[in-house]
């Protein structure tokens, strides 16, 4: 009997998009299939920091894309992040402690074939252009959504 989990990324915090990377890769070393939908601020993760564009977007878009992260490395600790100190110093004790980087763990997921979603109303509301995100995110709507969660065994709002 095949599991399935179903992570909605709603945070665009470091530390909560490693947290939900790792469970994520180690489902997938389970054998259990992974679907995760990004919403809003959590759509970052998924932000391919060498395809950001300004291209026909609104002036709050535009503004908006300049001042929030540009892609994974950039998102800053939900605790103690103190202008990117604290970020820098967990780095350096993740470096210490031979552990992969959020991008590292990105990737894994990506090859390991967990299913990306974006949320098509975020997206829309942000200004991002589908082609900014890594390829295999699919722009799937709320209630698409909520068919694949409602067919999971387990659930994680993060």
Do not use: H
Not at 129 to 152: C, F, M, N, Q, R
């Amino acid at each position: 009997m095949s599991k399935k989990m179903n992570i909605l990324m709603f945070s665009g915090d470091f530390d909560k998009a490693l947290a939900a990377l790792v469970l994520a890769n180690s489902a997938r070393e389970l054998e259990v299939e992974v679907t995760m939908f990004f919403a809003f601020w959590g759509l970052f993760l998924v932000r391919d920091p060498e395809k950001v564009t300004s291209d026909d977007k609104t002036a709050y878009e535009k503004m908006f894309g300049m001042m929030t992260p540009k892609g994974p490395e950039e998102l800053p600790l939900s605790r103690m992040n103190m202008a990117g100190l604290g970020k820098q110093m967990l780095l350096d004790m993740m470096e210490d402690d031979k552990t992969p980087s959020l991008t590292d763990f990105l990737n894994g997921a990506r090859k390991k074939g967990v299913k990306f979603y974006g949320c098509k109303l975020s997206v829309d509301v942000m200004g991002f252009k589908e082609d900014e995100l890594i390829p295999e995110v699919k722009i799937i709507t709320a209630k698409e959504y909520l068919g694949d969660a409602l067919a999971s065994d387990m659930q994680l709002f993060i």
